[in-house]
C-alpha cells in the first residue's frame, strides 16, 4: 500500500510543473548547500497558475486522507496570497546569483584568488538589488500575476479608497523584508570570505605566479606571525588528514625522465595517514620541510587551509631531460623563521 502511495506521488509530481508532453520533476533542496536552488525556484515561478489549479483540486478530493488534505488547504491559502509570490520573485532574484559563484567555487580548479573575485562580484550585484527601482519592478510582476490567478495584494496594489498611510504600509514592509535578506546575504558573505587566510592564501597564489615568470617577490607582505598556535594547528591537522588522504595521486611513467634532484631536506609525500599529527607537528615546527607536488595535484589550496601556520611557496626545481634542466614539479617548503622564501635559481646536477 505504502508503494502504491509513494507511486501515486511521484507520477503527480510532473503534472504540477510541466504537461503531457514535457515533464519536468521537482527538484530537491541539498541541506549542505549554503543556497536554495534557483532553478527549483524559477520552476515554481513558472507553473504558479498551474500550481494553485492543482492545490484547489487536491484540496476537496476526498481520496486524499484528511490530515494531508488540511495541510494542502493551507498551503492554497499562503499561495493565494501576493505575498508569497512576491517572496519567491526575491528568492529567485537573490539566489541565482549566488548558485552561479557556488557552482564555481566548488569546481577542481578554485583558488583563493579567484574564489575572492567572484565574491566580490557577487556583492556588487546583490547590492544593486537595493534599490526602489528593483522593488517597483517585482511589485509589478505580483501585479500581473494578481490579476491573472486572483491574488490576494495589499491595498496599495488596487483601487481603494483607503487613506495613503494605511494602504502604503503593506508595501512598505515587503521593500523593508526584501532589503533584511540582502543585507543578510551581504554579511554572510563579508564573514566567510573577508579574512585573514582566505587573503594569504591569494597573496600566496600571487607570488607562485610571479615566481614562475621569473618576477621579484615582496617578502614582506607575506610575514606569518611569529607565534605559532601548535594546538589550533594539530586540530587542523586532523581535519586535513582525510581529506589528503582521499586526494588522487598520479604517476607518470615517461622513460625520458632519467634523473631528478633530490633536496637533503626532510621530505614528505603528503602522507599524512602513516604517522600522526602530533608526530607530523614535531617535523614541521623549527625545521625546513619539502612537500613535493606530484604531477597532477594541485596541494596548494589545501595546505592553504591551515590559516598561513605553514609558510607554503612553490620552488622551480628542474629534471635531466635528454641532457637539458626542465621545470616540471614544484616544491612547497617551510622555514623555521617562518618567513617565506621563493627561489627560483636554475641548480647544478
Not at 89 to 114: D, Y
Request: with cysteine.
Amino acid at each position: 500500500m505504502c508503494n502504491q502511495r509513494i507511486v501515486k506521488e511521484k507520477t503527480s509530481l510532473p503534472v504540477v510543473f510541466g504537461c503531457d508532453e514535457v515533464a519536468v520533476n521537482i527538484l530537491s533542496l541539498c541541506p549542505t548547500r549554503w543556497c536554495i536552488r534557483a532553478l527549483a525556484i524559477k520552476r515554481v515561478i513558472a507553473a504558479y497558475p498551474s500550481l494553485l489549479a492543482t492545490l484547489h483540486e487536491l484540496k476537496d478530493d476526498k481520496s486524499v486522507r484528511g490530515d494531508s488534505r488540511a495541510k494542502i488547504g493551507g498551503l492554497y491559502k499562503e499561495a493565494l496570497k501576493g505575498r508569497m509570490y512576491f517572496g519567491l520573485l526575491c528568492c529567485h532574484a537573490l539566489f541565482e546569483p549566488c548558485v552561479a559563484v557556488a557552482t564555481s567555487l566548488q569546481s577542481a580548479t578554485a583558488s583563493a584568488q579567484g574564489a575572492l573575485e567572484c565574491t566580490r562580484v557577487l556583492r556588487e550585484q546583490i547590492a544593486t538589488l537595493r534599490d526602489h527601482a528593483a522593488v517597483d519592478e517585482l511589485i509589478g510582476k505580483v501585479e500581473t500575476c494578481a490579476s491573472q490567478n486572483s491574488l490576494k495584494t495589499p491595498a496599495r496594489l488596487r483601487q481603494t479608497r483607503e487613506p495613503e498611510a494605511v494602504a502604503d504600509g503593506a508595501l512598505g514592509d515587503w521593500q523593508r523584508s526584501f532589503f533584511e535578506a540582502i543585507d543578510l546575504i551581504l554579511v554572510e558573505l563579508d564573514r566567510r570570505f573577508d579574512q585573514g587566510s582566505m587573503k594569504l592564501a591569494a597573496k600566496q597564489e600571487r607570488a607562485v605566479a610571479k615566481a614562475e615568470e621569473g618576477m621579484s617577490v615582496n617578502l614582506e607582505e607575506l610575514q606569518f606571525p611569529e607565534e605559532v598556535d601548535t594546538e589550533r594547528l594539530e586540530l587542523q591537522l586532523k581535519k586535513l588528514g582525510p581529506c589528503i588522504a582521499k586526494l588522487p595521486m598520479s604517476q607518470k611513467t615517461d622513460t625520458r625522465q632519467s634523473k631528478r634532484i633530490h633536496k637533503r631536506r626532510y621530505r614528505l609525500n603528503m602522507s599524512l595517514r602513516k604517522q600522526t599529527p602530533s608526530d607530523f607537528l614535531k617535523q614541521i615546527i623549527g625545521r625546513p620541510v619539502v612537500v613535493k607536488l606530484n604531477s597532477g595535484v594541485d596541494y596548494r589550496g589545501v595546505l592553504a587551509c591551515l590559516d598561513g601556520y605553514m609558510n607554503i611557496a612553490v620552488e622551480q626545481t628542474e629534471e635531466y631531460v635528454n641532457g637539458q634542466l626542465k621545470n616540471k614539479y614544484g616544491d612547497a617548503f617551510l622555514r623555521g623563521n617562518n618567513v617565506l622564501y621563493i627561489s627560483t635559481q636554475k641548480r647544478k646536477l
